[in-house]
T-cell receptor, first 112, second 114 residues
Framework: DQQVKQNSPSLSVQEGRISILNCDYT??????FLWYKKYPAEGPTFLIS?????DKNEDGRFTVFLNKSAKHLSLHIVPSQPGDSAVYFC???????????FGKGMKLTVNP | EPEVTQTPSHQVTQMGQEVILRCVPI?????FYWYRQILGQKVEFLVS????????KSEIFDDQFSVERPDGSNFTLKIRSTKLEDSAMYFC????????????FGEGSRLTVL
């Protein structure tokens, strides 16, 4: 089941720079997309979401971009901070379904 | 800050034994979920629960699995006869609103089946 794909397993950036995390999906029925982050020994924590009727959503340092034609979304973190170091999961849901479909996650390391 | 709590944090069991994983969702939340993550794999949806009944379940959630909310606060996942492949981290989550995807997850219960 590869409906949500995070093709890069890891990313390392310098503190203060931009982090760009990418996610692709194959199911055209998905209409709601989310990013979660996860620290070791903790459960995933909701970060930001976007509906398919939008192409951008911003919350502080975090911005999610959605390109429906390319079935691609990305999370931008500006500026990156060492505390952002975590595993980031992209997730999606289809209209009317409770089920979130997660990607495999990507480990972000922000170096001081 | 309110949080979802799960017990036990780690359980080791023999194949074929019954296991109950417990969760206390955030108190004013109405929607409850179980997800699991097998080591090295994706987080997978198991079941959603609302108004004392299952609202949606995945193909993973077969007859060996059941959920209930026995006392209005706890939300439990029971695996009747565990298999080796049930070894995973099980996450409970709750939400105040339906279909937003904005779930509050617990720290997880690691199940090891020997």
């Amino acid at each position: 089941d590869q409906q949500v794909k995070q093709n890069s397993p890891s990313l390392s950036v310098q503190e203060g720079r931009i982090s760009i995390l990418n996610c692709d999906y194959t199911n055209s029925m998905f209409d709601y997309f989310l990013w979660y982050k996860k620290y070791p020994a903790e459960g995933p924590t909701f970060l930001i979401s976007i509906s398919s009727i939008k192409d951008k959503n911003e919350d502080g340092r975090f911005t999610v971009f959605l390109n429906k034609s390319a079935k691609h979304l990305s999370l931008h973190i500006v500026p990156s901070q060492p505390g952002d170091s975590a595993v980031y999961f992209c997730a999606a849901s289809a209209g009317g379904s409770e089920k979130l479909v997660f990607g495999k996650g990507m480990k972000l390391t922000v170096n001081p | 800050e309110p949080e979802v709590t799960q017990t036990p944090s780690h359980q080791v069991t023999q194949m074929g034994q019954e296991v109950i994983l417990r969760c206390v969702p955030i108190s004013n939340h109405l929607y409850f979920y179980w997800y699991r993550q097998i080591l090295g794999q994706k987080v997978e949806f198991l079941v959603s629960f609302y108004n004392n009944e299952i609202s949606e379940k995945s193909e993973i959630f077969d007859d060996q699995f059941s959920v209930e909310r026995p006392d209005g606060s706890n939300f439990t996942l029971k695996i009747r006869s565990t298999k080796l492949e049930d070894s995973a981290m099980y996450f409970c989550a709750s939400s105040a609103r339906r279909l937003t995807g904005e779930l509050f997850f617990g720290e997880g219960s690691r199940l090891t089946v020997l």
